[in-house]
């Protein structure tokens, strides 16, 4: 079983929220919340509020740099549209899309329109005169879908998909191949609540579970989520826990792909 480990960027500023929605309150209650419930330090609750005054609510520096530094292969998606919370404007957008690249990590789309088959190809075209690439994939923000979506993303051109959630082995729609979603990191530490539910450990055991699940089912691979602005002092709990995700499938001897090169070599094998 080879690892997919994917990077959803879904804000890169505080300021992008402000006058469009309800983030920023909501952000604020979820952290009290947090704090009251013991489930946060007063340094976390406190680096937080500080996050807000840096107006820095990114950590693609940081997780390529760690992803670096570990020899850690990866896909970011990126927002070219706004919805459902995905405020930043394109001009925000544009730089860090060419900076993934420049550091040799795979990009596609963090999709938002998921029920308008010219829409989704719309924002196929956008990204794609904006990263110059030909061939890339997309993930939907909050992994949102109809009984059509997954038709309209192969009909746009992209070359796969990671929205689908399940435990099963990636499968080909036309010229698409889409790469169900096993792990991600909000599931492991929030479960089914609003606000961090699990500790470091807690969110640990599970995780193994998930990853033995999957080998004994024989999957050919596993698709993991971690959201780049996790990877902060802000957020310890979710950032100790891709640190140890990554060093334990390290450990036990995984082999770490991107979504291109599993298409490649699913395209290969038929």
């Known amino acids: 079983m080879k690892i997919i480990i994917s990077h959803d960027i879904d804000h890169i500023t505080v300021w992008e929220h402000l006058f469009k929605d309800l983030i920023i309150p909501k952000f604020l209650v979820r952290s009290k919340l947090e704090l009251w419930s013991g489930k946060i330090s007063f340094a976390e ?19 390529i740099e760690f992803n670096k530094n570990k020899n850690i292969k990866s896909s970011f998606f990126i927002g070219v549209n706004n919805g459902v919370g995905l405020s930043y404007p394109l001009e925000y957008a544009t730089p860090i899309i060419k900076k993934i690249i420049d550091s040799g990590f795979e990009i596609g789309v963090h999709g938002i329109d998921f029920d308008a088959a010219e829409k989704v190809k719309n924002e196929f075209e956008t990204f794609k ?15 949102r879908n109809d009984k059509n979506t997954l038709s309209h993303i192969e ?7 990671s929205t689908e959630i399940g435990f099963k082995d990636p499968y080909k729609i ?13 599931w492991m530490i929030n479960g089914n609540k609003r606000m961090q539910k699990n500790n470091l450990e807690q969110a640990k055991t599970e995780t193994i579970q998930l990853i033995e699940k999957a080998e004994k089912m024989n999957l050919k691979y596993l698709s993991i989520l971690f959201h780049d602005r996790y990877f902060s002092e802000s957020f310890i709990t979710w950032k100790h826990w891709y640190i140890w995700l990554v060093e334990y499938l390290q450990k036990n001897n995984f082999q770490f792909v991107t979504y291109k090169e599993a298409v490649k070599e699913l395209e290969n094998k038929l």
């Open 45 to 63: 609750y406190f680096n937080r509020l500080g996050d807000l005054f840096k107006n820095k609510w990114n950590g693609v520096d940081e997780v």
């Open 129 to 143: 005169k904006i990263s110059g690439l030909n061939s890339f994939g997309i993930r939907m923000h909050y992994l």
């Open 155 to 161: 009909q746009a051109g992209y070359s796969y998909d």
């Open 174 to 186: 036309g010229n698409m191949w889409e790469f169900p979603l096993q792990i991600m990191d909000g």
